[in-house]
C-alpha cells in the first residue's frame, strides 16, 4: 500500500507502507544503529517520536518475546529504507511487519532514509505525519499543525506505572555482566521513579541485589520517605524535562534524603530539581554507538542514548554539581555529581539495550554508594 511522509517544512517522502493503516504524526528522529530495533520500539523514551532508522535493511532477525523493553512498541511510527519480509533467526514469533500490525503502529519503508537522515541534521528534528489513508499534502499540513509539539509537553503521563510495585522478574544469568555481580547479601532497597523506565535497567539493579520498588512518576517525596528506601533511582523517559513539574518538585525534595542515580530524562530532572537548566538538542542522540568520556578517569565509554534535550553546562556550576562525563561528539554534557551531597546521574543509557556494556559500572557505583551512606 501507499504512503507518505510529509515534514512540517514541507518536505515530502513517498513510500510503501507496513504495520498498521491510517495516520500517525509525532516527531521525527534519527536512530544510528545497525541493531536492536525491538528494543527502540519498545524503549517508552520514543513516546511522540516517529523513529528514522539509519540502517538501510530492517527485520532480518523478526521480534521474540524476551527482548521487549516494555509490554507494548512506544515510538508513534517507524520510518525505514527496506523492511525484511522473510526474517530468520532462532528466537523469532513473528515478523516485524506483524508485530506492528497487531500492536496498531504504522510504518513506511522504501524512502531515501539517508537524505531524509541528511534533511534532519541540517534543518533539526521535526514534527511529521505519515499516512496510508490520505496523500493530500494540504490536509496533512493542517492535521500537522494542530498536533502538539514536545516542547513543553509532559509525555511521560503516557508511559508511567499507575501503581507502584515491586519488580519481581525472575533474574536470569544473561543479565550477569561479570561473576561477582551480586556484590553483597544486604538487601538494599530501592525506589525507582517510572518515568518511562526500560526493563533492562530493572533486571540489572536487581542482579546487583537490590530490592527495587517501581513507582508512577507522580509519587510524592512524602510517600517515597514513608517507604524508607536506602536509595533512589530517576529513570529514563520521553520528552521535555521541564514539562514534568511534579517530579522536579519530588526529586527537589527527596535531594537530601537518599542517595540518587538518574539517568536520562531523570538526569535532566535531576539537574532541573536543584537549579540547573536545560536545551533542545538540534537532532538530538539516538543510537547506540556515542562515544563519551569520563573526565574523572579518562576512559572512553561507547554508549547507547536517546534524547532530545540536555542540560546546560554552566548553570550546573551554580546548582552544586561538577561534570562527570562529556560527549565527543558535540561537547553536550553527559554525567554530573553533586559536591557534597550523594547524587549523581548521566545522560546516556547504562543498561545497554540495545548498546555496548561499556557503563554498566554505574550500577556498580549505585550499591556503593548506598552502603557508605546506609541509615544508621
Not at 525484511?84 to 513473528?94: A, I, Y
Not at 528534528?125 to 500537522?144: A, R
Not at 535497567?201 to 542482579?207: F, G, K
Not at 517530579?247 to 530532572?269: M, T
Request: negative net charge.
Amino acid at each position: 500500500m501507499e504512503a507518505i511522509l510529509l515534514l512540517e517544512d514541507g518536505k515530502t517522502f513517498h513510500g510503501e507502507g507496513f504495520g498498521a493503516k491510517g495516520t500517525a504524526i509525532g516527531e521525527v528522529v534519527f536512530n544510528t544503529g545497525m541493531t536492536g530495533y525491538q528494543e527502540i520500539l519498545t524503549d517508552p523514551s520514543y513516546k511522540g517520536q516517529m523513529v528514522t532508522m539509519t540502517y538501510p535493511h530492517i527485520g532480518n532477525y523478526g521480534i521474540n518475546p524476551e527482548d521487549m523493553e516494555s509490554v507494548k512498541p512506544q515510538v508513534e511510527g517507524l520510518i525505514i529504507r527496506e523492511l525484511c519480509s522473510m526474517p530468520s533467526n532462532h528466537r523469532s514469533t513473528e515478523s516485524l511487519d506483524q508485530y506492528l500490525k497487531r500492536n496498531q503502529i504504522l510504518g513506511i519503508h522504501r524512502i531515501d532514509t539517508r537524505a531524509l537522515t541528511r534533511h534532519i541534521r541540517e534543518k533539526g528534528s521535526m514534527m511529521g505525519i505519515v499516512s496510508t489513508d490520505d496523500s493530500d499534502t494540504q490536509t496533512l499540513q493542517d492535521q500537522l499543525r494542530s498536533h502538539p509539539k514536545i516542547i513543553g509537553r509532559d509525555l511521560v503521563q503516557f508511559v508511567t506505572t499507575e501503581e507502584p510495585g515491586l519488580w519481581k522478574e525472575k533474574i536470569d544469568r544473561q543479565w550477569y555482566y561479570d561473576p561477582i555481580q551480586r556484590l553483597g547479601k544486604s538487601r538494599f532497597k530501592v525506589i525507582a521513579y517510572d518515568f518511562g523506565v526500560k526493563q533492562n535497567i530493572l533486571r540489572l539493579m536487581t542482579s546487583f541485589g537490590l530490592k527495587v520498588t517501581v513507582v508512577p512518576a507522580a509519587t510524592t517525596a512524602d510517600w517515597v520517605m514513608e517507604q524508607e528506601p536506602d536509595g533512589i533511582f530517576l529513570s529514563n523517559g520521553p520528552g521535555d524535562p521541564e514539562g514534568v513539574e511534579y517530579a522536579i518538585e519530588s526529586v527537589r525534595k527527596l535531594a537530601n534524603y537518599r542517595p540518587i542515580f538518574g539517568i536520562c530524562l531523570g538526569h535532566q530532572i535531576l539537574g532541573l530539581a536543584l537549579g540547573g537548566k536545560t536545551y533542545k538538542l538540534k537532532f538530538g542522540h539516538h543510537g547506540s554507538n556515542h562515544p563519551v568520556k569520563n573526565e574523572e578517569t579518562g576512559v572512553i565509554e561507547i554508549t547507547a542514548q536517546n534524547h532530545n534535550f540536555a542540560l546546560d553546562a554552566k548553570s550546573l556550576v551554580a546548582a552544586g554539581f561538577v561534570q562527570t562525563h562529556v560527549s565527543l561528539n558535540d561537547g553536550t554534557v553527559e554525567g554530573i555529581k553533586h559536591r557534597e551531597l550523594p547524587i549523581f546521574s548521566v545522560q546516556y543509557h547504562p543498561e545497554a539495550s540495545p548498546g555496548p556494556h561499556d557503563s554498566l559500572y554505574l550500577f556498580k557505583s549505585f550499591y556503593q554508594m548506598m552502603e557508605t551512606n546506609a541509615k544508621t
